[in-house]
């Protein structure tokens, strides 16, 4: 009896402590989601979505005042449990029997892009002298799906809040801007609605921002768009995956300063979050995951990631930012036109029409 209260006093004690800091973040994220339905109400569509809008509100809030110590608790397990938990649950929307019916050629092409985007953009990063962590963040946030995957990549390489919240926010500015600018493109490039809704499907970062982006051109540009974004979201679990296994081999520059063992078990190696999401996708695969279900978990999923959004900008402080702003914008930048110039070939080196 007496481990029985012992146990629930600890319990309470580590809920009461992680308490303030993640009502903080709660309504921080309260607020983006209410700015995200306004902006939605008045234009049609989230051109600036909820998560990056409370990484903004989460740095601003940082820069005026500091959270006290008892809201380091809460905060820090918003930006790290939260998230893997985040992580996990975006599984459940990847079908790989949609993705399979697109054609190899399709898969291949869109496969060799994430991952020449990737060594391009780390190359691109690392000449204008960031840190190797930062380079990984803004080559898989470009090559995959913009913040989410700067999210996942995140804590799988150790890298420091800074440059997580660095690199999510100059590639929001410039994803907004491709929402913006790509529909222009259209006859520029002289592609039909096909041709660009792979585009759009390639280089635009989040699933609703191809919407955006496709939307005002035709329905077959949204769901060519569609179905390209939810193939570059499933190259998110193997790039984790690799880079978990790569982790323990990077150099101590940008990291968090957690010491990696020299030799990692299984689970080490691949963290538990990328197994559920591993996990998720096969049994959405296999009809485990009814329909029902998917709009509902994917919806949780968006939640619980701009909350973990919240934790990071309220850890950051913006004068760090300002002094490495330039180069992560022409880093960013770079990778972004890589993205772009490798999509545009495999377009028309694949013949689609």
Known sequence: M????????????????LLPGLLLCLAVTAIAMVLQG??????????VEALVLAILM????????VPGARFKAGIAFSAKQVLEVAVTLLGASVSLGAIVAS?????????????????ASCAICRGLGLPVRMALLIACGNAICG????????????ADSRDVAAAIAFTAVLGVLMVLGLPLFVPLAGFNEHQYGVLAGL??????????ATVPISLLATQVGTLVKLVRVLMLGPVVVALSLLAPRLPAEGATGKAAPSRLGFFKLVPWFILGFLALATARSLGLVPDASVAPISKLAGFLTVVSMAALGLGVDVRVLARVGARVTLAVTGSLLVLLAISILLIRGLGLS
Do not use: C, F, K, M
């Open 58 to 65: 989460g740095i601003a809030i940082r820069t005026a005042w």
């Open 147 to 158: 913040n989410s995957a700067i999210a996942a990549v995140a804590p799988v390489i150790g």
């Open 203 to 212: 280089t635009v970062y989040a699933v609703p921002q191809v919407l955006a």
């Open 2 to 17: 007496a481990s029985d209260s012992a146990s629930r006093g600890a319990w309470a004690g580590a809920t009461a402590s």
């Open 103 to 119: 054609g190899p050629a399709l898969l291949t092409g869109i496969v060799a892009a994430v991952v020449l985007t990737i060594l």
């Open 38 to 47: 306004v902006e939605e109400h008045l234009t049609g569509h989230p051109y």
